[in-house]
């Protein structure tokens, strides 16, 4: 019973007997659109951390959260300020707004190279000011998280391994015909 995840098996590698075994590891979560909250958000806050030593991405948008932008690791066992170190996560993609850094939320990445950060597309003003507290830092309005500190800064300081954050134009919010699509318009690299 896996609440709603599949796993993808790679026919070149697995026979249709491997298919009732053991169900293999993530590499890749990708979560773009829904509503992620209550048991889903403990369902997949278990997943990520039970597969935290085997991810390599993980792309974090869906439309509506009651949780926050980004699944905390321990949420499952009850406990919100938890922390999971994820080695071989490379790469990850989350919304820009609220602004925040992964370790907030119990993510430590050491390899994480690349971030993806969603600005959305629906308003260029909320856009702009998406990507500003991103680049300059900004006055949460809740006084234990003030800190006027820039998030790129911070960042860079936290994942040794990052060499590029892309800030990307998209639409994942609402409800369309149109195909969901994506556009890096501006990337921070490593000096």
């Keep these: 019973d896996n609440h709603g995840f599949s796993y993808r098996f790679d026919d070149e590698e697995l026979g249709d007997d491997d298919r009732t075994g053991p169900k293999p590891h993530i590499d890749e979560l990708v979560v773009w659109g829904g509503t992620v909250a ?30 926050g932008c ?21 790469r990850m993609t989350i919304r ?25 597309a629906g308003g260029l003003e909320e856009a702009a000011t998406s990507i500003e507290q991103w680049i300059r830092g900004y006055d949460h309005p809740q006084p234990r ?33 149109q195909p969901q699509v994506s556009l890096g318009f501006l990337r921070a690299r490593a000096t």
């Design 145 to 177: 998280h003030r800190r006027n500190v820039p998030i790129l800064a911070q960042l860079w300081q936290q994942c040794p391994a990052l060499q590029e954050v892309i800030f990307t134009l998209s639409r994942w919010s609402k409800v369309t015909k």
């Design 70 to 90: 980004l699944v905390r690791p321990k949420y499952h066992m009850g406990d919100r300020g938890g922390r999971q170190t994820f080695p071989r996560l490379e």
């Design 96 to 120: 820009a707004r609220p602004a925040l850094l992964p370790s907030r939320y119990g993510w430590d990445t050491p390899s994480l190279t690349r971030l993806n950060v969603l600005v959305d």
């Design 38 to 67: 209550n048991c889903a958000e403990s369902d997949l806050s278990s997943t990520v951390d039970q597969e935290a030593k085997f991810l390599r991405e993980v792309v974090y948008a869906p439309s509506r959260t009651k949780g």
